[in-house]
């Protein structure tokens, strides 16, 4: 009889063992509404710290610089923070505003943060949770920070000026960058666009040195 009781009580713990791994490994339920609340104010923000920017003078732009530094600093500490616990949100799940402000926080991160993050985005535009330009846009700036050549032309800069001046940084297979841009869903071709960024486009735009390159 007691060889019996140990047995029964051997499957019960067994038993709860098995139980107890089981709800460690439920998922996370994810919070959309409160994080979608959470990420309207971000967008806001980062926005809101940005309003200006072509008319600010050139003797102003460190000081607006600066400002704008902070704000999304403090707006990538929240961000990182639900993408390491939810990962990348679904559009579909916190609306248009939020997943916007969550790509514009990575989006205006350091290089490493976008390379981390980067993937996640362009799965989920791949799978209609994300937008295909917003995806084209941050694979764009990486390549930018890495020195590269961008594919899209969503990217300009005043880096390795010395005039200060913004351009369009040089694209890989220029002839070519239309068709791609209409494939990824921008409605402007690189010439317009580079008028509405007040930036100079020069299709045979050189790299500059890798010394001058942001990483």
């Known amino acids: 009889m007691g060889k019996a009781f140990s047995l029964v009580l051997l499957f019960f713990c067994v038993l709860m063992t098995a139980c107890g791994q089981s709800e460690q490994r439920a998922p996370v339920p994810v919070p959309y509404d409160a994080l979608r609340a959470e990420l309207e104010k971000i967008h806001d923000t980062d926005q809101a710290v940005r309003e200006g920017f072509n008319q600010v003078k050139e003797e102003d732009r460190n000081a607006f610089f600066t400002k704008m530094q902070r704000v999304d600093s403090v707006n990538q500490i929240a961000v990182i923070r639900m993408l390491e616990k939810y990962g990348w949100l679904p559009q579909s799940k916190i609306g248009g505003k939020a997943a916007d402000g969550l790509f514009l926080v990575v989006q205006h991160a ?106």
């Open 110 to 215: 350091p290089a490493k943060v976008i390379r981390k993050y980067l993937p996640s985005l362009k799965k989920m535009a791949q799978n209609g949770e994300a937008s295909p330009t917003d995806a084209a846009m941050m694979e764009d700036r990486l390549l930018m920070f890495e020195g590269e050549k961008q594919i899209y032309g969503t990217q300009a800069t005043s880096m390795g000026r010395e005039d200060g001046k913004m351009y369009i940084w040089p694209i890989k297979d220029s002839k070519h960058v239309n068709e791609r841009r209409k494939a990824a869903g921008f409605r402007v071709t690189v010439e317009e666009y580079a008028k509405l960024m007040n930036a100079a486009y020069n299709p045979e735009e050189p790299l500059p040195a890798k010394k001058q390159v942001i990483h």
